[in-house]
């Protein structure tokens, strides 16, 4: 099944982090923290203005980005855990 978001929302796939602290420790599963990274993997047309015109969308499939610890909606496509959410939702993108 495939998934196209509409308007001003972004589907995104969370990027894992270490399970390892920088001496060595590992992380159980119960101890951490959901990443707030994470790849855009689907963007929607984009929004409209007050006047109804369509505002084009500044994020890209692929974009590395930065989001809220609480932002979005979880959705599973095809055994995938994802998220949804606004354009405006994401704090920003990672860049190299």
Do not use: H
Request: hydrophobic letters at 40%.
């Amino acid at each position: 099944m495939k998934f196209r978001p509409l308007l001003d929302r972004v589907v995104i796939k969370r990027i894992e982090e270490d399970n390892k602290t920088a001496g060595g420790l590992i992380i159980p599963d119960t101890a951490k923290e959901k990443p707030s990274q994470g790849v855009i993997v689907a963007v929607g047309p984009g929004g409209r203005d007050d006047e109804g015109k369509l505002v084009t969308m500044t994020l890209k499939e692929g974009d590395r980005i930065l989001f809220g610890k609480w932002a979005g909606t979880e959705i599973k496509i095809n055994g995938e855990n994802l998220l949804i959410m606004r354009e405006s939702d994401v704090l920003g993108v990672l860049e190299d």
